[in-house]
């Protein structure tokens, strides 16, 4: 018979590991989103390819990233139920789920990007993928606000951009099957995944513009949110960002499906409408975007201690930056270009930072908190 005796070492490591995974919270999924949306931006410069060489790495890592907070996640639920279930009362906790959908979109566009042309994986497996989330994103699209209707209390003195978050995830997805649309070699499927593209665009958008409004009135009256939340500034951008892309990805993508189906004379009125839409949400994204760099200079002042809700500045950038990549490319208007540009070159700068405090905080485990369980928890 053999006796096994824990090392104080030993016990230390699995004490502080049990309390990773029980503190341990959806939010965690912003860094997969923001490391995704960087992969993304670099796969927008082919004429670089150092920058496609990196933005492939980074798909990568991504991937690995999401897998291993999926299973931490995953770990939670299995060690600490009670625990995970809290989540479903807390106001602010809660709103997080929707980074779960919006993470798994950035690995799924990467594969079409990165994976898909080298035929290392065939689009109609990535098709799944799609479908699953699109399932998952309906879901928290729902769930969340019904909880925020029935068993959670809210204030308008304490809402923030965080409501943006459970709500937003439908129109990744939506963008995520138009850029999966050229790649599936079967007509019907390209029209199912174009129609179910749009309807998570009508899903998301309208909510979420109704949202803005909200928080505009929000700030008029209550003024700025504590600088604990001043990352939650660059979450309206988010919405602006991803409606515009998955607009101008249907402009582009959805003409050759609706031709082959029969409804080429509804092609370029729909392709038109969706091309005018997303310049319109670009703009109204410009105006938030001033708000949020105008809102951070103010917050530096006071100083920013460092969180996981920094990821809020990658993703949001990010995805206006593809955006504008996309006008840019469109359009040749040279300012247009620059702009562009600069805010890859500025999402860079920032993922590096934000990643490298994330990877310190992660290793001394100062990250990890629930708030869900209370203080002393």
Not at 100 to 118: H, Q, R, S
Not at 248 to 275: H, K, R, W, Y
Not at 312 to 319: A, D, E, K, S
Request: contains cysteine; proline residues 6%.
């Amino acid at each position: 018979m053999s006796i096994h005796i824990a090392l104080p070492h030993q016990t230390r490591t699995h004490g502080r590991t049990a309390r990773n995974i029980r503190h341990f919270t959806p939010n965690w999924f912003a860094a997969s989103m923001g490391t995704g949306a960087m992969s993304l931006v670099l796969g927008q410069f082919p004429s670089l390819p150092v920058a496609s060489m990196l933005g492939e790495g980074l798909f990568v890592l991504n991937g690995l990233l999401f897998f291993c907070l999926t299973l931490a996640y995953a770990a939670k639920w299995v060690c600490f139920p009670r625990d995970a279930l809290r989540l479903f009362d807390h106001p602010v906790a809660s709103m997080f789920l929707g980074c779960i959908p919006m993470a798994f979109a950035t690995v799924i566009n990467g594969a079409v990007l990165y994976l898909v042309p080298k035929g290392l994986i065939a689009a109609e497996v990535v098709a799944r993928f799609w479908w699953s989330d699109v399932l998952l994103a309906l879901g928290i699209g729902l769930m969340v606000p019904f909880m925020m209707f029935t068993r959670q209390e809210h204030a308008i003195e304490r809402m923030s951009a965080v409501w943006l978050l459970p709500v937003v995830a439908a129109e990744v997805v939506a963008a995520s099957g138009a850029l999966l649309l050229p790649h599936l070699s079967s007509g019907s499927e390209q029209l199912s995944v174009l129609l179910a593209s749009y309807v998570l665009w009508s899903c998301s958008v309208p909510l979420a513009l109704g949202i803005l409004v909200i928080l505009f009135l929000r700030l008029v009256l209550h003024k700025l949110p504590p600088v604990s939340m001043a990352a939650t500034s660059w979450l309206a951008l988010g919405p602006l960002g991803t409606g515009a892309l998955a607009l101008i990805l249907f402009s582009a993508n959805g003409t050759p499906v609706l031709e082959a189906a029969g409804l080429g004379p509804l092609a370029p009125a729909m392709a038109g409408a969706s091309l005018m839409g997303a310049f319109l949400l670009w703009g109204y994204g410009i105006w938030w975007f001033c708000v949020a760099v105008l809102v951070t200079i103010r917050h530096l002042r006071e100083g920013l201690s460092f969180d996981l809700s920094w990821w809020g500045y990658t993703f949001p950038l990010g995805v206006f930056t593809l955006a504008t990549l996309k006008l840019a490319g469109l359009f040749p208007v040279r300012g247009l270009e620059i702009f562009a540009d600069g805010l890859a070159v500025a999402l860079a700068a920032i993922w590096l930072v934000v990643a490298g405090k994330t990877i310190h905080g992660a290793w001394s485990g100062k990250l990890f908190h629930d708030p869900s369980l209370g203080e002393g928890a």
